[in-house]
């Protein structure tokens, strides 16, 4: 069974304090790691997808990092706007073929 | 460029009511999948079509669940009878390629 674990459950940071979100996964032909972020009392919004180890992709403050057995996603000099719950979910030939299996994500909060 | 479109947002009804949720996926998305997030399961997904077919329902936790896509615009997900565990909040979402975009969810509250 695809098994997908976020660490920690909650980060706390002051603005400005670079840090990282963990995503470590077993699964059995990684397919494409997905990361979303979550805003109470909304959907979650699409960010990355990574497909192969050694893959980065970046958008403003956020850069996504895969290996293979984790993600990392780095958040450099936060701003409180970046205070949200975040996701990460896989894709894998064992689920059906466009299955995602989420995370139970960390949640941000970043203080002024 | 609308994004998924899903109604109603908040749903409050009574134990043993029928309650339809409703889903507009983005025009020219081929793939649409239901969605439930709660605290204690996170998001699960209970079951998603391709080409307005169902192709895995394998995640519909029991029959009083069903889900239906008459045309490529429009999904409904149906519980009857509901039961107080159903509360928890439903989310549409819909895909071209590998992402899947999501609506706004409907909350859902059984009394």
């Known amino acids: 069974e695809d098994q997908v674990t976020q660490s920690p459950e909650a980060l706390r940071l002051q603005e400005g304090e670079s840090s990282s979100l963990n995503c470590s996964y077993t699964?059995?032909?990684?397919?494409?790691l997905f990361w979303y972020r979550q805003d109470p009392g909304k959907g979650p919004e699409f960010l990355f997808t990574l497909y192969s180890a050694g893959e980065e992709k970046e958008k403003e403050r956020l850069k996504a990092t895969l290996t293979k057995k984790e993600s990392f996603l780095h958040i450099t000099a936060p701003k409180p706007e970046d205070s949200a719950t975040y996701l990460c979910?896989?894709?894998?030939?064992?689920?059906?073929?466009?299955?995602?299996?989420f995370g139970s994500g960390t949640q941000l909060t970043v203080l002024p | 460029d609308a994004g998924v479109i899903q109604s109603p947002r908040h749903e409050v009804t009574e134990m043993g009511q029928e309650v339809t949720l409703r889903c507009k996926p983005i025009?020219?998305?081929?793939?649409l999948f239901w969605y439930r997030q709660t605290m204690m399961r996170g998001l699960e997904l209970l079951i998603y079509f391709n080409n307005n077919v169902p192709i895995d329902d394998s995640g519909m936790p029991e029959d009083r669940f069903s889900a239906k896509m008459p045309n490529a615009s429009f999904s409904t997900l149906k519980i009857q009878p509901s039961e107080p565990r159903d509360s928890a909040v439903y989310f549409c979402a819909s895909s071209l390629a590998r992402e899947q975009y999501f609506g706004p969810g409907t909350r859902l509250t059984v009394t």
């Open positions: 979910a896989v894709q894998a030939p064992s689920g059906s073929a466009r299955q995602l299996t």
């Open positions: 025009s020219g998305h081929d793939y």
């Open positions: 699964v059995s032909g990684l397919r494409g």
